[in-house]
């Protein structure tokens, strides 16, 4: 079992920063696909990024690329990601979530992660 915990969150302008990280218990950590997901009020739950358990290759959806990166350390057990040049529609509850098996982005995309934190939300002001 692992146990996910975002922290982060906030109100930000558009253009900004936020770093959101995610603490994971469990000493397998380093050998889960972790992944960010995001909701918006009124909408389903979309597919951010992922990265595998070596961290030698990352995910984006197309909407964030460029803009977020995903990274993690085994030795911490977080993983984190980096938002930049937010814009307002970024503006949704982020999800940290984590999966034993390592799948392509687009199968993340489509079926998600079995393993899920609570959620911390971001707000993008225009």
């Known amino acids: 079992q692992l146990q996910l915990v975002e922290t982060g969150g906030g109100l930000v302008q558009t253009g900004g920063s936020l770093r959101l990280s995610c603490a994971a218990s469990?000493?397998?950590?380093?050998?889960?696909?972790m992944g960010w997901f995001r909701q918006a009020p009124g909408q389903e739950r979309q597919f951010v990024a992922a990265?595998?358990?070596?961290?030698?290759?990352?995910y984006y959806a197309d909407s964030v690329k460029g803009r977020f990166t995903i990274s993690r350390d085994n030795a911490k057990n977080t993983v984190t990601l980096q938002m930049n040049s937010l814009k307002p529609e970024d503006t949704a509850v982020y999800y940290c979530?984590?999966?034993?098996?390592?799948?392509?982005?687009?199968?993340?995309?489509?079926?998600?992660?079995?393993?899920w934190g609570k959620g911390t939300l971001v707000t993008v002001s225009s």
């Open positions: 990265i595998p358990y070596s961290g030698d290759s990352t």
């Open positions: 469990g000493r397998t950590f380093r050998t889960y696909t």
């Open positions: 979530a984590a999966d034993p098996i390592t799948y392509s982005g687009s199968y993340y995309a489509s079926r998600g992660m079995p393993y």
